[in-house]
């Protein structure tokens, strides 16, 4: 079993995360035209805390997770709320194709755990209509102290450099800014930046 789907059951209960997911739909919502009739992505939603805080915004919106006891809580919250236009799907997009298109792929704090990011970002081009928009939440460079020495993930961001690749990638009109910042019990702080770019 993954950490994550170790995690699954008690994600909801730290105030951090929807706090952070309260910033983040804040920040997206003022930086990209959203439309109703969007249907959106949500890549790595976890027990899908963002996509239940923008439901009302768009036509539909996917759920993709490859860790299965997180999509069990997504479909748990769909069957709750009645939700019927959100479409969890247990998948892992680093692996395989999904044939489908989105106007809008979002994720937050997922691209660190991703191996090779450059070659996802060149998918999730691929998987938007045209015009499509990419929104990136994620954390600014840091030292390792945010997930500690045994996990094994990329420390955080430079947006810039960031942004260079989804220019290489066929990206435009890219913007980024702060919009949240995670403290730790130590003390520590770590900004989380929202990076988004249109096809």
């Not at 998948?91 to 755990?113: C, P, S, T």
Request: charged share 30%; aromatic share 12%; glycine share 4%.
């Amino acid at each position: 079993m993954s950490e994550f789907d170790a995690r699954a059951r008690e994600w909801d209960k730290d105030k951090m995360h929807l706090d952070r997911s309260v910033a983040i739909a804040a920040e997206l919502e003022r930086m990209i035209p959203l439309d109703p009739s969007m249907k959106a992505l949500e890549y790595g939603a976890g027990t899908g805390i963002l996509s239940f805080l923008l439901k009302d915004r768009f036509s539909e919106i996917t759920l993709m997770d490859n860790s299965q006891e997180m999509i069990k809580v997504c479909v748990e919250k769909t069957e709750f709320y009645q939700t019927n236009h959100i479409l969890p799907i247990w998948f892992d997009l680093e692996h395989k194709d999904y044939d489908h298109h989105f106007d809008i792929i979002y994720n937050q704090m997922v691209l660190h755990h991703v191996n090779d990011y450059e070659a996802l970002i060149y998918t999730f081009y691929s998987m938007l209509n045209p015009e499509g928009y990419l929104a990136i939440a994620d954390l600014y460079s840091e030292d390792g102290s945010f997930h500690g020495p045994d996990v094994k993930v990329h420390l955080g961001f430079d947006p810039e450099k960031l942004s260079e690749i989804l220019r290489i990638a066929g990206f435009k009109n890219i913007e980024h800014k702060p919009c949240f910042e995670v403290k730790r019990e130590s003390g520590l702080k770590y900004p989380v930046f929202l990076l988004v770019a249109q096809k």
